[in-house]
């Protein structure tokens, strides 16, 4: 494709080109209905003139169908579309990496898919009032290109139509807009603001994803669903107000903005979906409002600004990972409502002091508070039936804890690492301990287990010096105790009435 070599060379290298070429003008019949349409290039100009729609083409020079002047030797420099044009086909100038400048006239009604994408030598474009369709793709890849006006007659932007215009600074959206499609500004690095009229209701996946120099957006009324990567790795967003209207957030929505430092979510949201906020380091508060129910897995992950968290009570469930890598986390505040906090919803939050679990949760998941050194207390209510493996594994600064008569399971490897636990009281309806459920929780000195029925053991107490322990168990039950499998290796079996 001769397209291609006028990427390699300079802008100097390309008019010498035209010179040499000197030349006869070339013409080709280019109408979706053969006669109707032809385009002439001479002198670096393409002009496209007749009645009627363009063909649409194959971008590739080695498909059935790719535009006929791919194969010139000439560089097209300008296009010129001349009244009585209708549409630009898909494809049409796809990667003419020479092109300058396009002139379309208020004839045409569409804009096809990739008609210009990767023209990066193109800097501005002028899109009639007469166009209402603009395909997929159509500028992707512009990267010159730095400011476009979008007419009041356009009613939709599509997937992927501006993506990769690493130029472009500023764009206007109109009034007739109802959607932003899926990608449509992804990568526009160069843009600063952006302002969605009231007319958007839905803002598509990925739409303004990697937009590095965005500062700020406004999301109108309009809206009722931020979908997934919207405005992923905006690092340059500080603020972003979401209206009453948004009912979702969905996946990865702000994933990585790290320069937000707060959002508020309206009363309207209901979920926040998994990773929305995820890696948003610069984030020191959230207020959650009562109107959620769930919290996605890694909603708020790696959020290591953020240093407090009340999560209301109408949230039922607190997913996977949600808070996890949150290290600047000192307190969270769980009110009655979650009935499960996920697996490692809260891992890794070195600052977390404290936390309340209230008395509607019944499950603690795996690894949910793993690797919280900070934390020095924590209340297990009734409620609670299952701790499961490594809940609290490796919190090395827990002194304490009691494990509520409502338990009946406690996890492989629950509280292993908790070198600083002194004291740990079992309830007696725990029929399982887990593998390895207290290992190398060296600081061990108290071990009360209120089941009058010994739970079958092995390594359960591994890395622990017995000899350091002294074991409570209900009265009448030491002799079984004493003679029960990894209950026996405790030298010191006592009545605990006798504490």
Not at 249 to 269: E, H, K, Q
Not at 450 to 462: H, I, R, S, V
Request: proline share 4%; with cysteine.
């Amino acid at each position: 494709m001769n397209k291609s070599i006028f990427s390699a060379v300079g802008v100097s290298v390309v008019f010498a080109l035209l010179m040499a070429a000197g030349a006869e003008a070339q013409t080709w019949d280019c109408g979706k209905t053969r006669g109707t349409v032809t385009a002439t290039l001479s002198d670096g100009t393409l002009r496209i003139k007749g009645t009627g729609a363009m063909g649409d083409y194959e971008g590739d020079e080695f498909s059935d169908n790719p535009p006929p002047w791919d194969n010139s030797q000439n560089p097209i420099i300008n296009i010129v579309i001349e009244n009585g044009v209708t549409s630009i086909g898909d494809m049409a100038f796809i990667r003419w990496v020479s092109l300058k400048s396009v002139t379309i006239p208020n004839s045409v009604t569409s804009i096809g898919q990739s008609a210009l994408g990767g023209c990066t030598g193109l800097t501005s474009v002028t899109i009639p009032n007469s166009v209402t369709s603009i395909g997929d793709g159509a500028f992707g890849g512009c990267r010159g290109l730095t400011s476009v006006t979008i007419p009041n007659s356009v009613t939709s932007i599509g997937t992927s139509t501006f993506s990769g215009c690493t130029g472009l600074t500023s764009v206007t959206i109109p009034n007739s807009v109802t959607s932003i499609g899926d990608y449509a500004f992804r990568g526009c690095a160069g843009l600063t603001s952006v302002t969605i009229p009231n007319s958007v209701t839905s803002i598509g996946s990925s739409a303004f994803s990697q937009c590095t120099g965005l500062t700020s957006v406004t999301i109108p009324n309009s809206v009722n669903s931020i979908e997934s990567v919207a405005f992923e790795s905006c690092r340059g967003l500080t603020s972003v107000t979401i209206p009453n209207s948004v009912t979702s957030i969905a996946s990865s929505a702000f994933r990585g903005c790290t320069g937000l430092t707060s959002v508020t979510i309206p009363n309207s949201v209901t979920t926040i979906g998994s990773y929305a906020f995820s890696q948003c380091t610069g984030l020191t508060s959230v207020t959650i409002p009562n109107s959620v129910t769930s919290i996605g897995d890694g909603a708020f992950s790696g959020c290591t600004g953020l240093t407090s968290v009340t999560i209301p009570n109408s949230v039922t469930t607190i997913e996977s990972y949600a808070f996890s890598g949150c290290t600047g986390l000192t307190s969270v505040t769980i009110h009655k409502g979650a009935s499960y906090i996920g697996i490692g919803a809260f891992w890794n939050c070195t600052g977390l002091t404290s936390v309340t679990i209230p008395n509607s949760v019944t499950s603690i998941g795996d690894g949910a508070f793993s690797g919280c050194t900070g934390l020095t207390s924590v209340t297990i209510p009734n409620s609670v039936t299952e701790i499961r493996d490594r809940a609290f594994s490796g919190c090395s600064g827990l002194t304490s804890v009691t494990i509520p008569n409502s338990v009946t399971e406690i996890g492989t490897m629950a509280f292993s690492g908790c070198s600083g636990l002194t004291s740990v009281k079992i309830g007696n309806s725990v029929t399982s301990v887990g593998y390895r459920a207290f290992q190398e929780c060296t600081g061990l000195t108290t071990v009360i287990s209120l089941n009058p029925t010994p739970q079958t053991m092995g390594y359960e107490f591994n890395g622990v010096d017995m000899a350091k322990v002294c074991l409570h168990v209900p009265s009448g039950s030491i002799d079984a105790y004493r003679s029960a499998d990894g209950w026996k290796e405790f030298s010191c079996i006592k009545d605990v009435a006798s504490r």
